[in-house]
């Protein structure tokens, strides 16, 4: 219950917060059929550092989504999958190239460069994607003492903006890194959401990543209903090699694997990771139509997964930040993100918009 002033009058306004909040899909819980998959491998013994049974029957199920012969190696986390999987790419003297705004250069706290110990170069980007054209642009650093060249390229699918890549976009982009003599890692943090958005199938999976020629993803499940643990896939069998030591020597080497491989082999029965992303960016489109006839709040773009990014001034911001916290994204502009997950229920659209339009009101 919050008081509000209405000219000389004082009136009490029923504002109760949505269950579930919209900061980030990575504040939901995890999906039920994860946890019973957790339980069912919970029982007994079983060997350590995947050589259990979940974890060669998640390689072979990776194998199977991807037409690909990959290699998967589990890791503890979203950081740590991509700092597994450019400690495997990068060559000595090479450099890092990715958008300004990923999020290996603006919210990992430095892990590349301090534990992979390699440059990034942020490049121009147009609401977080990057161009072919930027990319070839790193040529003017090769042959040259005084700069590290670029020996990666890595793009972030669905990106730091919500944005997509298209299956030909990606095909454009690993055109590019080869000529530039690059290799190309894709962060999937929330790649279901993009397949989900781009077609919803696993031939779109294969099309905008083994088929696309990319190198090494790191595949995402934590926001997608996971409990912890993501993976690093490897389509170049050479790059895989290299990473059986260096996944111990970047401290991502979880002795019970069969707990998170349990995970993803039940995120990939029956496509269950898709149908989740699916429901995530449902729920985004609908907050969208809720308040889109809002002006001030420049929703200018139906969301292509599960996040929009609207504006709102400070004052008005921190008031419904207080009441259902979101993330700010950008202060100088007054952006702000607001995010759906698997489990956001129209019910709690319908509210957090209710709430926005309340305080919009004032």
Not at 60 to 68: G, K
Not at 175 to 183: G, H, N, P, Q, T
Not at 257 to 285: G, P, T
Request: net charge negative; glycine share 6%.
């Amino acid at each position: 219950m919050r008081w509000a002033r209405d000219g000389d009058t004082e009136r009490v306004i029923q504002s109760r917060a949505p269950e579930r909040q919209f900061a980030s899909d990575n504040l939901a819980g995890a999906h039920p059929a994860v946890l019973e998959a957790v339980q069912r491998a919970n029982h007994g013994h079983a060997l350590p550092y995947g050589a259990d049974d979940y974890s060669k029957q998640l390689e072979l199920a990776m194998c199977e989504l991807f037409d690909h012969d990959v290699v998967v190696r589990p890791v503890f986390g979203g950081t740590g999958a991509n700092v597994l999987a450019l400690s495997c790419m990068v060559q000595p003297g090479d450099a890092v190239a990715c958008s300004e705004v990923a999020h290996i250069a603006v919210d990992e706290a430095g892990a590349p460069e301090h534990i992979v110990g390699t440059k990034l170069i942020g490049l121009p980007h147009e609401r977080g994607r990057v161009s072919p054209g930027d990319v070839r642009a790193l040529a003017s650093l090769r042959n040259s003492q005084h700069h590290a060249p670029a020996g990666v390229l890595s793009i972030t699918q669905a990106t730091e903006y919500g944005t997509l890549y298209s299956i030909d976009d990606i095909a454009a982009l690993v055109d590019a890194a080869r000529e530039m003599d690059m290799r190309v890692h894709m962060d999937g943090a929330r790649i279901a959401n993009a397949v989900a958005s781009l077609g919803g199938g696993r031939e779109t999976f294969r099309k905008m990543t083994s088929r696309a020629g990319v190198d090494a993803l790191s595949f995402g499940g934590t926001k997608n209903g996971l409990l912890f643990g993501e993976v690093v896939v490897f389509f170049d069998r050479q790059l895989a090699d290299r990473s059986l030591n260096l996944r111990k020597q970047v401290t991502q080497l979880p002795s019970k694997m069969r707990f998170v491989s349990a995970q993803y082999l039940a995120l990939l029965k029956d496509d269950l990771f898709i149908a989740l992303a699916e429901h995530a960016n449902a729920m985004a489109r609908e907050l969208h139509e809720q308040l889109v006839d809002l002006p001030s709040l420049h929703l200018d773009h139906v969301p292509a997964v599960n996040s929009l990014f609207p504006t709102l001034a400070k004052s008005i911001r921190q008031d419904l930040q207080e009441w259902s916290f979101f993330w700010d994204w950008d202060v100088s502009c007054d952006l702000v993100r607001w995010m759906t997950a698997w489990d956001t229920t129209s019910d709690d659209v319908k509210m957090f918009a209710a709430g926005v339009r309340e305080r919009l009101s004032r």
